[in-house]
């Protein structure tokens, strides 16, 4: 069977780095229960492109193997499994991105570029606004609800798309033909809710700045997962009340809609703001340096939504209501348009990655001996 192309190649310098301190891990192993990577690890000899591809993704970056580890620098040996990853985890959303000339957006997808796309999108909706006479809340009078819906229906779909080709893409090197068993899939799914792997192994959470372990960058991680899925699901009783039902907005304080976007939107204001605190404070040995605008943009991107929802919620009676409303939508957009080239594409690509796992374990070990 004919390779696809991005396993064609050869292995680039940061892969073959993974590979080598790998090839270390293995004849050590004493890591082997901290997280999916080491016993995914031992079931290879030796480590292809889709092998490094498989793990970089897998490694949730908590940072255990690395204070755990005496081969760290400066030891000769230079073993830094998660900043390894992290490189080549980076690299991963570039070869996976759909449509591949669009890849190289995930090095320009930093702080700056995020916040002045918000900012141009904001004025872009401020200026197409209507000027009604009397607002009431309502935030059709300023925008009509179709209009709203050609804007931000496309740049949605196009963006999920995006997604969904670039982990098919990395599904179809890492695991070709498998067949998933509905127990792996349950298992994957139940990892990736819990965010297992930021327990550091032995539950009591990740490595951030030394040594000791926090719990809070599992819990600022949650806090956002659940903050915008609640916020998704307002957006969806929404629509549904509108299509379904009829029931237009505004909608009263205590309604569905309300209710699900303001406990989503505190969870996606304190989510954020954590992740960005922990990850100025990060042991700089931690992680890609070079990946940080990408990740400030993300977290900037979506506590500004949160911020500006909440806002507009508070203020949806008074005259600031357009701003509130032009800032806003300006920023769900700037999110929608960055969606597939930034942060947001690692937790796709870290299922599809607990999933191969999930899989893979439940297959016999062909390097492991008979009766052992
Ligand atoms: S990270 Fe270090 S301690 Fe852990 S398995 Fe690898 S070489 Fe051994
Ligand atoms: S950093 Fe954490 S998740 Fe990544 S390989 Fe090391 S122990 Fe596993």
Request: glycine share 8%.
């Amino acid at each position: 069977m004919q390779q696809p192309e991005t396993l064609t190649a050869a292995l680039t310098a940061q892969e073959s780095e993974v590979g080598r301190q790998l090839q270390i891990c293995n004849a050590c192993r004493y890591c082997e229960g901290y997280c999916a990577v080491f016993p995914a690890m031992t079931r290879r000899l030796e480590f292809g492109k889709a092998d490094i591809h498989y793990l970089a993704n897998l490694c949730h970056s908590c940072g255990a193997c690395l204070h755990a580890c005496q081969y760290a620098p400066p030891h000769e040996f230079a073993v830094n499994i998660p900043q390894a990853m992290a490189v080549v985890r980076g690299q991963t959303y570039q070869d996976y991105a759909w449509p591949a000339n669009l890849a190289s957006l995930y090095k320009r997808n930093g702080l700056t570029v995020a916040l002045a796309l918000a900012l141009a999108l904001a004025l872009f909706i401020a200026l197409i606004m209507r000027q009604p006479e009397a607002l009431q809340a309502n935030f059709y009078a300023l925008i009509p609800h179709n209009m709203m819906v050609s804007l931000f229906a496309p740049v949605f779909l196009f963006a999920l798309l995006a997604l969904a080709m670039g982990v098919k893409r990395f599904w179809r090197d890492v695991s070709p033909a498998a067949v998933i068993p509905q127990e792996a899939a349950m298992e994957a799914v139940g990892d990736a809710l819990r965010l297992k792997y930021l327990d550091g192994g032995h539950g009591e959470g990740c490595n951030n700045e030394d040594d000791a372990w926090t719990p809070w960058r599992r819990r600022f991680h949650h806090a956002t997962f659940y903050g915008f899925m609640l916020c998704f699901a307002a957006t969806c009783v929404a629509t549904l009340y509108h299509y379904l039902f009829g029931w237009h907005a505004p909608y009263a304080l205590t309604s569905l809609p309300v209710v699900l976007g303001t406990v989503g939107g505190v969870g996606l204001l304190v989510g954020p703001a954590g992740l960005f605190w922990l990850n100025l404070k990060r042991h700089p040995m931690h992680g890609d340096a070079s990946q940080k605008p990408m990740d400030h943009g993300f977290t900037a991107l979506l506590f500004f939504i949160s911020l500006s929802g909440l806002a507009l919620l508070s203020w949806r009676d008074t005259a600031a209501m357009a701003l509130l409303l032009a800032v806003h939508l300006g920023a769900v957009m700037a999110l929608f348009l960055t969606l597939p080239y930034g942060k947001f594409a690692h937790g796709f690509y870290r299922c599809a990655a607990l999933l191969k796992w999930a899989i893979e374990k439940r297959l016999p070990d062909n390097l492991k001996l008979k009766g052992e």
